[in-house]
């Protein structure tokens, strides 16, 4: 099994990055029910801090958020809303499988944009897992909560090696098994080789409840290679190497494959009310993060 070295994780940004970062959260498109008080606003009514609405008096209100303003201006009890904080469940699986590995620029893409969007999740106060998979689901730590706890997930992405083959349904089974009982938010940093277990592993979360957001980190040469001629292709997970010979045609026919993989897989996430944003590895990481991210309405 190959494997790729690990990264140099331990400072991974800047000062003005991580400012950058703490100012951003990731935008949930459904309500959770956190138990801890945390610093973003969920769209749930409640007693929190931030004013959302009225509706009129009902017997049983807390007499405490009749808005009085209201009464004196038209003699008629409103019962004040407010959007309650909480924290939520994020779920990181990051692809480890050997395809992940057959360039450095996409494995360590991966894992510095899992770093930052933990590093967000973190600061947020939110319950961050971290788990690697490739024929299942091989690495989770225990809820990590709290800036504190973000050199310790540093770490744990920089101890991932990529090697093996990759088994969405199994690995989306085990997810399950393992953390069925909760809910939240699952976000998958994947390349998204497993092209016939992708979408039945994606409806097996999305009947769990889950909320599903596919990262789907690709390379230049992947989408668009450019090779020509004879060429013994080999598949990083154990497949049968091949002897092509590869003509404009072929790549173009190659190339349209890829852009229809990617669309079937957006369709599919989007169709549930999940999430999709294909990442290109050559882009700057701050890019993808200020600008595609918050773009696509993932991060606010």
Not at 36 to 52: D, K, M
Not at 109 to 130: K, N, P, S, T
Not at 256 to 266: K, N
Request: with cysteine; aromatic share 8%.
């Amino acid at each position: 099994m190959s494997q790729a070295p690990a990264s140099d994780f331990s400072e991974p940004f800047d000062a003005e990055f991580l400012s950058r970062l703490e100012r951003l959260h990731l935008a949930s498109r459904r309500i959770f029910s956190g138990r801890l008080h945390a610093l973003h606003v969920s769209r749930r009514l409640g007693t929190g801090l931030e004013f959302a609405d009225h509706r009129p008096y009902a017997p049983g209100d807390d007499l405490r958020l009749l808005d009085w303003n209201l009464y004196a201006r038209g003699e008629r009890l409103y019962t004040k809303l407010f959007r309650q904080e909480e924290d939520h469940n994020l779920f990181f699986l990051v692809d480890c499988s050997a395809s992940m590995a057959t360039e450095k620029q996409k494995w360590d893409c991966a894992r510095r944009l899992a770093a930052a969007l933990a590093y967000i999740g973190l600061y947020e106060m939110d319950r961050v897992y971290l788990c690697g998979f490739a024929e299942g689901l091989i690495m989770s730590r225990r809820a990590l909560r709290g800036r504190r706890a973000v050199m310790e997930a540093l770490h744990a992405l920089a101890s991932l090696r990529a090697g093996g083959k990759t088994d969405m349904r199994r690995t989306a089974r085990d997810f399950v098994g393992r953390f069925g009982a909760l809910e939240g938010m699952v976000l998958i940093f994947s390349d998204g080789m497993d092209l016939e277990g992708t979408p039945p592993a994606l409806d097996v979360l999305f009947r769990a409840g889950f909320e599903v957001l596919m990262l789907h980190v690709i390379t230049p040469a992947e989408a668009n290679p450019s090779l020509l001629g004879e060429w013994r292709l080999a598949d990083p997970e154990g497949g049968r190497p091949h002897t092509v010979h590869l003509t404009r045609r072929l790549l173009a026919r190659y190339r349209q494959a890829f852009v229809e993989h990617s669309a079937r897989l957006r369709r599919h996430l989007v169709s549930r009310h999940g999430a999709y944003v294909r990442v290109s590895s050559d882009t700057p990481l701050e890019e993808l993060i200020l600008r595609e991210l918050r773009a696509g309405h993932l991060l606010g």
